[in-house]
């Protein structure tokens, strides 16, 4: 088998003749130089071009002299000024040593301009759109929260690729309030603000809006994010006051080449409605506050709280003339008043709210609630509720319960008369002491006389023994009775607590003795501390006095001191019935008593309380039903 081989001719390429003749047929205004930019051919085009425009082609070759010839494979414009002003285009393209150089015509050169121009458009139209979007989202916000979270979308769009910061600030402290980033911060890079001073210029913000320690006015802004390459910032100003600033920077990732002129035009305007914005909600806010806190004001002040409206209704009811009645808010919102008062005072009702009605205020006037027991008599004052043009809109009433005043006024004349029975009782305890102050020597004389009659005068040596002593023990009572119902000095003395408790217990003795109960006395070593002995005696007579009452016959008191620290420490424990758990917060209220009718005005306690704390002591009690009840008084040991 045998295999022939064939030569097959190619066509020859063109020629240098036939690529001149071709180059000279291109309409374009071409020319090809070498990488120098020095002209090795050119086209009859672009000789026309040249001298259209007041140019030589050597002169337009040494005007492209100084140009830089862009890398291998790749183009860039060049603009060559003309001797009669304004610029001509040029294209250059390279390709290996071979620079091709081609003149852009006015009409390419407007194609190219209006193509930016388009572009500008469309962007500027996407701005505005974004612009106009964050708009509607700011002014839906509910909250600061939901407003900076539409701020941060609406920068996203705007401006893709960045990182960025949003710092809203209170207008009048500058405490940081809300901060969103969208990047990594640098540390310590939340606080302080600070502000471009050209841009504190511009926005002519005050020195006195700026706070002091929270904003720092620099000539730069530093960059807050890690790895940024450069940034722009707006303030948040509105009315003069600023309320935060937006960080703009740029990560060294970001790829598109960008416009710092173009993105601080974008921000200024976004951070101005931005601004407005946040400055509308925190007056929102603030409004809010103020309502919330005069609703809670009303509701739950100690004031008997009601308001009516022009149509009779109730639209306020607080807490407190709650618990007086016993209706809960919900009953009575959107009643008739009326049906709050017994029939008998609808009258005087009806005059009342009249009067309030036509703007006349109602100093005082008493009527009789509806309650879920009974009734209630309270005190009014009324006045006109109006509306912000200054009309009357209904009835604000706020009083107290008249019931519970009488009842204090009763407890308080009830206390007066028994201060008065104290006193009475200091005089006959004086008129007692000179009688008596005669039989004891009467009696201490005769006594003497039969121990000298030796076993004759036995027998009544002891009975005038006796009577010594009952008179000695009546005038010793009598002394101490007068002493304790003396007005106290306010000008404390050193006491030594030990004997000042044992006077206390000999003013209780008879109390003791009748209630039949024992007292142990457990007294440890104390120093002497200061205080008014007749205050304090009396802070110990009540509770002694309280403890026998507690207790029945064959129960047992227990005194003991001791000293812990700096103080003096004294516990007045007894076994009665113990205190109930539901009153033992109240006991030291004033006219709050357990006792039954005729025993107590419920004073004793507030007024015990008053003293210790007066002399810088601690009055405490531990009680449990059936077991007993403890007082402890930790009083300040004298320096």
């Given at each position: 088998m045998t295999t022939e081989s064939r030569r097959v001719s190619l066509p020859e390429g063109p020629s240098a003749e036939d690529f001149r003749a071709f180059f000279e047929t291109v309409e374009l205004p071409s020319a090809l130089c070498d990488t120098g930019?020095?002209?090795?051919?050119?086209?009859?085009?672009?000789?026309?071009?040249?001298?259209?425009?007041?140019?030589?082609?050597?002169?337009?070759?040494?005007?492209?002299?100084?140009?830089?010839?862009?890398?291998?494979?790749?183009?860039?414009?060049?603009?060559?000024?003309l001797p009669q002003g304004g610029v001509v285009v040029m294209e250059l393209a390279r390709r290996g040593a071979c620079v091709s150089v081609v003149g852009r015509r006015e009409s390419e050169l407007m194609r190219g301009q209006l193509v930016v121009v388009e572009q500008a458009l469309l962007e500027q139209a996407r701005t505005e759109g974004v612009l106009l979007d964050l708009g509607r989202s700011v002014a839906e916000a509910?909250?600061?929260?939901?407003?900076?979270?539409?701020?941060?979308?609406?920068?996203?769009?705007?401006?893709?690729?960045?990182?960025?910061?949003?710092?809203?600030?209170?207008?009048?402290?500058g405490v940081l309030t809300s901060l969103y980033a969208e990047g990594r911060l640098k540390e310590g890079s939340r606080e302080p603000l600070v502000l471009k001073r050209s841009a504190v210029g511009k926005l002519h913000l005050s020195a006195d809006a700026i706070p002091e320690g929270r904003v720092?006015?620099?000539?730069?802004?530093?960059?807050?994010?890690?790895?940024?390459?450069?940034?722009?910032?707006?303030?948040?100003?509105?009315?003069?006051?600023?309320?935060?600033?937006?960080?703009?920077?740029?990560?060294?990732?970001?790829?598109?080449?960008?416009?710092?002129?173009?993105?601080?035009?974008?921000?200024?305007?976004?951070?101005?409605?931005?601004?407005?914005?946040?400055?509308?909600?925190?007056?929102i806010d603030e409004l809010t506050f103020v309502r919330k806190y005069l609703e809670e004001l009303l509701e739950k002040a100690n004031a008997l709280i009601l308001v009516a409206n022009r149509d009779k209704k109730v639209v306020v009811f607080n807490q407190a003339i709650s618990r007086l009645t016993g209706f809960a808010k919900e009953e009575v919102l959107g009643q008739d008043v009326f049906t709050l008062?017994?029939?008998?005072?609808?009258?005087?009702?009806?005059?009342?709210?009249?009067?309030?009605?036509?703007?006349?205020?109602?100093?005082?006037?008493?009527?009789?609630l509806l309650t879920r027991t009974g009734e209630a008599r309270v005190s009014f004052a009324t006045s006109s509720a109006l509306t912000s043009q200054g009309e009357v809109e209904g009835v604000m009433a706020i009083g107290q319960d008249v019931t519970v005043v009488e009842q204090l006024e009763q407890r308080v004349i009830h206390a007066e008369k028994l201060a008065s029975m104290g006193q009475l009782a200091a005089s006959v305890a004086h008129e007692i002491n000179n009688p008596m102050t005669a039989v004891v020597m009467s009696a201490e004389s005769l006594l003497q006389r039969a121990m000298m009659m030796g076993s004759a005068g036995a027998a009544d040596a002891e009975k005038l023994r006796k009577i010594l002593e009952s008179g000695q023990r009546i005038l010793r009572f009598t002394r101490d009775l007068t002493s304790y119902a003396r007005p106290a000095k306010d000008k404390p003395e050193r006491v030594q607590l030990n004997a000042l408790l044992d006077r206390a217990l000999g003013y209780c003795e008879h109390v003791v003795t009748q209630a039949r109960v024992k007292v142990e006395r457990d007294y440890g070593e104390l120093p002497p501390l200061s205080a008014v002995p007749a205050n304090l005696e009396q802070v110990f007579v009540n509770l002694i006095t309280n403890a026998c009452h507690a207790m029945q016959?064959?129960?047992?008191?227990?005194?003991?001191?001791?000293?812990?620290?700096?103080?003096?420490?004294?516990?007045?424990?007894?076994?009665?019935?113990?205190?109930?758990?539901?009153?033992?917060?109240?006991?030291?209220?004033?006219?709050?008593?357990t006792k039954m009718e005729g025993r107590g005005t419920g004073l004793g306690l507030s007024i015990v309380q008053r003293i210790v704390e007066k002399h810088g002591g601690q009055l405490r009690v531990e009680s449990a039903l059936g077991q007993g009840t403890t007082f402890t008084v930790r009083l300040p040991l004298a320096d």
């Open positions: 930019l020095r002209l090795q051919l050119g086209n009859t085009a672009f000789a026309r071009f040249c001298f259209d425009h007041g140019l030589t082609v050597e002169q337009m070759m040494e005007s492209l002299s100084g140009a830089r010839v862009p890398d291998d494979g790749a183009s860039c414009v060049v603009e060559v000024p509910g909250s600061e929260e939901e407003l900076v979270a539409a701020v941060a979308r609406g920068v996203k769009e705007l401006f893709p690729g960045r990182t960025f910061c949003i710092r809203i600030i209170d207008a009048r402290t720092v006015v620099a000539a730069q802004v530093p960059l807050l994010f890690e790895s940024s390459t450069g940034g722009v910032s707006a303030p948040l100003v509105a009315s003069g006051q600023l309320y935060g600033v937006i960080n703009l920077e740029y990560p060294a990732t970001l790829r598109e080449d960008v416009d710092l002129a173009q993105d601080e035009r974008v921000l200024v305007q976004l951070a101005n409605q931005v601004a407005v914005a946040v400055k509308n909600a925190k007056l008062v017994p029939e008998d005072e609808h009258l005087r009702l009806a005059s009342v709210l009249a009067a309030a009605l036509r703007g006349e205020p109602v100093p005082n006037f008493e009527l009789r016959p064959g129960g047992q008191i227990c005194l003991r001191t001791r000293r812990e620290g700096r103080e003096a420490v004294v516990w007045v424990k007894d076994t009665g019935s113990g205190i109930d758990p539901a009153n033992l917060s109240r006991i030291f209220e004033p006219f709050f008593t």
